[in-house]
């Protein structure tokens, strides 16, 4: 299982490096990457491969009562990879299918590894330090220029990722 595990990941990781390397900066969420894509088809490949290769270990991961939460959760990250406009009319589901994939998750996360829900303490504390070292006075704007979402959706990754291996 740890191979699929791993394959998983550097799908994600590997999907998600190259787009940062073609941006040359972070983006605003892994879901904006889209946009960036000459061939649209390796956002839906990506999150659908990802949540498709991490299912069976996230099973495995699981006890017997939360293994209807990791699959709600893929059933998100496919619901994103079918539906990646979500500035026009896919907008909707894409939003949809990104808030099951993060709350089922962490709800996952939460009943078998509930300490790595303490790596978003990390994350509330990252922001707080950038906003303060950055501050203009505008709280919303400087929040936004953190590029927040992209860091929910790795942290949210990473727990996932953490649970199924340890």
Do not use: L, M
């Given at each position: 299982m740890i191979t699929l595990v791993l394959l998983s990941f550097v799908l994600i990781a590997g999907y998600v490096y190259a787009m940062i390397k073609k941006g040359k900066?972070?983006?605003?969420?892994i879901s904006a990457t889209y946009y960036a894509l000459t061939h649209k088809f390796w956002f839906g490949l990506c999150m659908i491969g990802s949540g498709a290769f991490l299912l069976p270990a996230a099973f495995e991961a699981s006890s017997e009562n939360s293994q209807f939460l990791v699959f709600l959760s893929v059933i998100g990250m496919i619901v994103l990879g079918v539906s990646p406009n979500f500035k026009?009319?896919?907008?909707?589901?894409?939003?949809?299918?990104a808030a099951m994939s993060l709350i089922f998750s962490q709800i996952w996360v939460g009943c078998n590894s509930w300490y790595w829900l303490l790596l978003w303490a990390g994350?509330?504390?990252c922001m707080a330090i950038s906003m303060s070292e950055h501050w203009t006075?505008?709280?919303?704007?400087?929040?936004?220029?953190?590029k927040p979402m992209f860091w929910i959706e790795v942290i949210s990754l990473l727990t996932v990722y953490l649970t199924c291996i340890v």
């Open positions: 900066e972070i983006p605003y969420s026009g009319s896919q907008k909707t589901t894409h939003c949809i299918g994350f509330i504390a006075g505008n709280f919303i704007s400087d929040f936004v220029k953190r």
